[in-house]
């Protein structure tokens, strides 16, 4: 409070305000706006008023002299009036939470009067024996008792909170009266000094005689009572009480403020790790709470954005946190480690900060080559632009593709609806047909595309179902989609804990929520051999229906990308503009130095986020590729320090260029510890005592030749098939079960068909589920990733062990060979031939004996 002097007023802006201890106001005013509020131990804010200086006391009567010869004692001083007590101060408390909140501005208490003066005492006559008494003197009067001084009014407190934990407590009362002075003493009358001749003056025989005694005097006034204060304490509703913080002068720029801490806290949440697993939500907080508070749509705009990443599980880099990727940990790590050289920036972080000389000509030629360095980063910004504008175009084509076999696959399913409705299918203790489910699931496939069945992007597995698809539903269907439904939310809402959201937000009466990959698994299971074909078709359709909500889900990703790089552009562009200003300035300030060596940082912030770019690179290969959490290697804040520190630099505060260059260094060096990733990746390929894996390597060998499969090829020049991990006795065998089944090459043949070339270009396509058995735990492991595919030249003679090589895609070298490297073998195939393919090389499938497909993979034991 130094710089507020008593009168003045303080005024407190933050996220949170705790009061620990009674903290004395000292006669300033006090103002507080923030989120939560809280006050322990039963801590108060005195704002209380002073108490008025009593008055002083009269000045006592002076006695009466023997010379001249009457002289009466003289009346004494009044007292004086006590002063009056001041006001108690005025505090304003906003806050969205309050609790604990003690306030006591009561106003001073008036100052008592002072006590009249005691008159003087008459002067002393002498009289000879014999000698006639006459002209005795009288006592002075008392004085008059002073007025007692008025209390201070008390002061005015403001409370104002959308939830109170706990009642304020305020005392506002006015300060209590002064009490009045007290009169004077009466005076005595003079005395008579009898003398005998013989005696000498100075020993007289004396007797107390004289005139009369003067007044006692008169009490003073008390004074007045203080005025009671004011205290008003409201409870407007959430939205009256933002709107009313947003038409605050200071409010822009706490908006700014309350957005720049989101960023920090948004940045510096690692998932497990135990001390930053908190901040997700302290940056949700931060970002609805400038979002509330900035009028600007503009910068509004920022803040939503970055609710939006979150909410759809992506990571400060605007990539989804379970990002898809063919898994080549070797190439993204020698990038990271390749990029050293910016370490160096890094390191002379602390030179850059020593911009303490006022050489204009060395300060306009750092700056002017920053410029240059912003266009640079200005130009790699809107060639990303441009990159995501293509990528929403092809997401776009991908999903009208997927509709379009979604179509397929319902025209099918009405086709065989009759014969479906004739097969008997049962779930647990419910008993339905094939029909039912298929009704169920062509109404999941009818209301994704319309967002009548909507992913969960914080639990990617779980979908919400709305009243259309669910309430419609058989039985038997509804307890399929039941099924695992205590664990579904269960997970849904520990994942939507973790960002501070409830659950119910996203539900309503008529919604449910269920996890569709269970709802598939349980389709899988309720195939019989008598039903396996139409339950295949069934299956397709939910398998279509996921693979829509992931691609609906990546085109969201996808525009908040390009929404991100637009407002990166924005930023260069401003962060430039300021270079070029301060390339031309003359008037070099130590204030201008501060601000300027943070700018310098801010510009390297970009370089930073490209190698944070191939760290997330490297740990999603991991992931991928050993199905192990690598999430804890990885930091976003790296180059960041807490915004206050800037700011307490900025402003000439405590800390000093020295001390936030070491800070921004010690940032810097968490960039990555590749160790701990390289040991995980390594121990993958490891044939050790602890580790007994080898890598093998087999082809699974698939055949379709059913007359039915190859009629409908002929005709739709497609093949839909899946490859079921937990069900191939290769595989899975009683005995010994293959885990880590990566793709590593693939081969196609369609026997008997003819071309003009003899070869056949197909496109296989893996879709967006792939699942392998994991050797940790044994279990069979589907991971929901983009789907991708691979152009392939097909023969028209069968397949033999030449005709590709496994060893074309090591494992401990970057993919070679195949798209579909390192997706597990399990999954959902469709196997299409374009129909260019057909008109340019004269293809021909009348004679097509069967279809092969090789999956050549890797694996252990």
Not at 65 to 83: A, I, Q
Request: net charge negative; glycine share 12%.
């Amino acid at each position: 409070m130094a710089g507020v002097a008593p009168g003045g007023t303080l005024q407190l802006i933050a996220r949170e305000v705790r009061l620990t201890e009674n903290h004395d106001l000292g006669g300033r005013n006090l103002e507080i706006f923030a989120s939560v509020f809280t006050a322990s131990n039963g801590a108060a804010f005195i704002g209380q008023g002073v108490a008025g200086a009593a008055g002083s006391n009269g000045v006592a009567g002076a006695n009466g002299r023997r010379f001249p010869e009457k002289e009466d004692g003289s009346d004494g001083g009044p007292g004086g009036s006590g002063g009056d007590g001041t006001d108690g101060t005025a505090v304003t408390v906003v806050s969205e939470v309050v609790e604990g909140l003690n306030v006591d501005v009561q106003g001073g208490k008036g100052g008592a009067g002072g006590a009249g003066g005691a008159g003087g005492v008459g002067a002393p006559r002498v009289y000879e024996l014999g000698e006639p008494i006459v002209d005795l003197t009288n006592g002075g009067n008392g004085g008059a008792g002073g007025n007692g001084g008025a209390g201070g009014n008390g002061g005015t407190v403001t409370v104002t909170g959308v939830r109170y934990i706990t009642g304020p407590i305020v005392n506002v009362s006015g300060g209590g009266s002064g009490e009045q002075g007290v009169g004077g003493d009466t005076g005595l009358a003079g005395y008579i000094e009898w003398r005998e001749p013989e005696f000498p003056l100075e020993n007289p025989m004396w007797e107390e005689f004289g005139g009369d005694p003067g007044r006692e005097g008169a009490p003073g006034l008390p004074g007045a009572k203080g005025a009671a204060g004011v205290g008003v304490i409201t409870e407007p509703s959430y939205d009256e009480f933002w709107s009313s913080l947003a038409s605050q002068p200071f409010a822009a720029k706490w908006a700014a403020y309350r957005h720049t801490m989101g960023e920090f806290f948004f940045r510096s949440y690692t998932p497990g790790v135990a001390d930053r697993e908190g901040y997700i939500g302290r940056a949700v907080d931060e970002f609805k709470a400038a979002i509330r508070l900035e009028r600007d749509p503009q910068q509004q705009a920022k803040s939503i954005l970055r609710l939006e990443q979150i909410w759809n599980n992506l990571n400060p880099l605007g990539l989804p946190r379970d990002f898809d990727l063919i898994p080549d940990f070797s190439t993204y790590m020698d990038r990271l480690t390749n990029f050293g050289n910016l370490l160096n920036t890094f390191t002379s972080i602390g030179n850059t900060f020593s911009l303490t000389s006022t050489q204009v000509d060395a300060f306009q030629a750092l700056f002017k080559g920053q410029v240059m360095e912003a266009d640079s980063r200005i130009g790699e910004a809107k060639a990303q632009l441009e990159i995501s504008v293509v990528r929403e175009q092809q997401l776009v084509e991908a999903l009208v593709e997927v509709e379009r076999m979604m179509a397929d696959v319902g025209r099918r399913i009405e086709k065989a609806k009759e014969e479906m409705k004739a097969k008997p299918l049962s779930f647990g203790s419910v008993v339905g047909n094939v029909g039912q489910l298929a009704v169920a699931v062509g109404a999941l496939m009818a209301a994704a595309p319309t967002g009548g069945a909507s992913l969960l992007a914080l639990a990617p597995n779980v979908i919400n179902l709305g009243q259309t698809v669910y309430q419609n539903a058989e039985p038997l269907a509804k307890a399929i989609f039941d099924d695992g439904e205590e664990e579904t939310l269960t997970k849904v809402k520990g994942e939507f804990a973790k960002v501070k959201g409830n659950v119910e937000d996203i539900m309503t009466t008529s919604d449910k929520i269920t996890d569709l990959l269970n709802v598939i698994n349980n389709i899988k299971r309720a195939k019989k051999p008598d039903n396996s074909k139409l339950m295949d078709l069934v299956q397709k359709g939910a398998e279509l229906t996921y693979e829509h909500l992931l691609k609906t889900q990546e085109m969201k990703t996808a525009k908040m990308q390009t929404r991100a790089l637009g407002e990166a552009v924005v930023s260069e562009e401003a962060l430039q503009a300021y270079y070029a200003a301060e390339a031309v300035r003359t008037d070099i300030q130590q204030q201008i130095l501060r601000s300027a060596g943070l700018a310098l940082i801010r510009g390297a912030f970009a370089r930073v986020d490209i190698l944070l770019e191939f760290a997330f690179c490297a740990q999603r290969s991991v992931e991928i590729y050993c199905l192990q959490d690598q999430r804890q290697h990885v930091y976003y804040d790296i180059g960041r320090v807490h915004p206050d520190l800037e700011a307490d630099y900025a402003w000439g505060g405590d800390i000093t260029r020295e001390q936030l260059a070491a800070k921004y260094q010690a940032s810097f060096s968490r960039l990555l510890n590749p160790f701990d990733m390289w040991e995980t990746y390594q121990k993958y390929f490891k044939n050790t005592s602890s580790n007994p894996n080898l890598i093998l390597k087999d082809i699974r060998r698939l055949t379709f030749n059913d007359a039915e499969i190859l009629d409908i090829f002929r005709s739709t020049h497609q093949l839909s098939f899946e490859f079921d991990v937990r069900d191939d006795k290769v595989l899975s065998p009683p005995s010994k079960m293959r885990y880590r089944t990566k793709i590593q090459a693939i081969g196609i043949a369609f026997v008997g068909a003819t071309s003009a070339s003899s070869i056949v270009s197909c496109r296989l396509e893996h879709g967006a589920l792939y699942s392998e058995r994991s050797i940790v735990d044994r279990e069979v492991h589907v991971t929901p990733l983009r789907t991708r595919y691979e152009i392939i030249t097909a023969q028209t003679t069968p397949l033999k062990i030449g005709d590709f090589d496994l060893d074309s895609a090591p494992p401990l070298e970057r993919p070679q060979s195949s798209p579909l490297w390192g997706m597990g073998i399990g999954g959902q195939y469709t196997l299409t031939v374009p129909s260019g393919e057909m008109e340019e090389h004269r293809i021909k499938f009348d004679e097509l004996m069967e279809v092969q497909v090789w999956l050549g993979y890797q694996f252990v034991e």
